[in-house]
């Protein structure tokens, strides 16, 4: 293992001669100042299952890194990568995370990617160079060992497949500020797993499914910022594990059930803009405002 992360002050290219460590099975190089291009010769360090890049400069990920075919984890996530993600990726079937977010990467996520059957986690957030495409399902219906799915900020623009509940054993999926259109799919209720939804800054449309009610696990439930419409479910209440509650920006209407604000005491400290309601604790946090609602109750900041 060569671990010379978190040195701020290297700076500079990573060497060609780093293959000479072919025996290598853990390189961390994150946290550093490195540029340029990640040398191919890197893909002759077949022993290696743990590749760490994150938070560098780097700027072009070669195509022979699908040569590492033990290789269990790869982050390079906040650098400047650019172009396309090599589809040779697909040739590193033992990966289980794939860290790849923060980037300048183009075209689309590909296909390949689907090969990686041993994944559990996939983060791709923050991408803005994604062509603008659909919900990469014919990849992701593969991936049925996922347990966290990360594709904020990366342009998709369509509904979400309802296929999507094939991967059961999600628990935060983030699907956040893209250009997702339609209904929430009634399906998702089937992942039981979930305690992280995020949702929010999109263009969904519809009613909360009461299918959702289904996700006890949830600790965070993020919908703000679509043109969701209609009641809000008083079932809702059932999702005793809710942290944070974010249904601010839609045009929700009727009564605030009272099953929702009984999430939290009645000792809720009232604050910032109207429906902004938090506990004392920072970490519990309910936000319904810019809604037409306003329940006969005292947990309303405009009826209190």
Same mark, same amino acid.
């Given at each position: 293992e060569l671990d010379l992360s978190q040195n701020s002050h290297v700076d500079g290219t990573i060497p060609t001669t780093v293959s000479l460590l072919r025996d290598l099975k853990v390189l961390v190089l994150s946290g550093m100042k490195l540029s340029? $291009?990640?040398p191919s010769q890197i893909g002759e360090m077949k022993s290696l299952e743990r590749l760490i890049l994150s938070s560098n400069?780097?700027?072009?990920? +070669?195509? &022979?890194? @699908?040569?590492?075919?033990?290789l269990k984890d790869l982050w390079c996530d906040n650098n400047k990568l650019q172009g396309k993600i090599p589809v040779e /990726? @697909?040739?590193c079937t033992n990966l289980c995370s794939l860290i790849m977010g923060g980037n300048s990467f183009s075209g689309q996520i590909p296909i390949e990617i689907g090969l990686l059957t041993h994944l559990t986690s996939l983060k791709m957030s923050f991408n803005v160079g994604f062509d603008k495409t +659909?919900? +990469?399902?014919?990849? *992701?219906? =593969?991936?049925?060992?996922? %347990?966290?799915? &990360?594709?904020? %900020?990366?342009?998709? $623009? $369509? $509904?979400? +497949? %309802?296929?999507?509940? *094939? *991967?059961? =054993? /999600?628990?935060?999926?983030d699907l956040s500020a893209n250009n997702l259109v339609g209904a929430i799919p009634s399906e998702l209720g089937l992942c039981k797993d979930l305690k992280v939804l995020q949702l929010n800054q999109n263009s969904l449309t519809g009613q909360i499914p009461m299918e959702m009610v289904n996700l006890t696990e949830l600790t965070r439930f993020d919908l703000l910022s679509n043109q969701l419409k209609g009641p809000m479910p008083s079932e809702i209440g059932m999702m005793t594990n809710l942290e944070s509650f974010l249904f601010? =920006?839609?045009f929700f209407s009727g009564m605030i059930p009272t099953e929702v604000c009984s999430l939290w005491d009645y000792s809720l400290k009232m604050f910032g803009t109207p429906h902004a309601i938090a506990a004392g604790s920072s970490s519990s946090f309910l936000s319904l405002y810019g809604n037409a609602q306003c329940p006969d109750f005292e947990c309303c900041p405009e009826c209190a």
């Open positions: 340029g $291009s990640i400069r780097l700027s072009h990920l +070669p195509s &022979e890194i @699908g040569n590492l075919e033990n /990726l @697909g040739k +659909p919900v +990469p399902l014919p990849l *992701l219906k =593969q991936l049925l060992n996922l %347990t966290r799915l &990360e594709l904020s %900020t990366i342009n998709l $623009s $369509s $509904s979400i +497949p %309802t296929d999507i509940a *094939l *991967l059961k =054993q /999600l628990r935060h999926l601010g =920006q839609n």
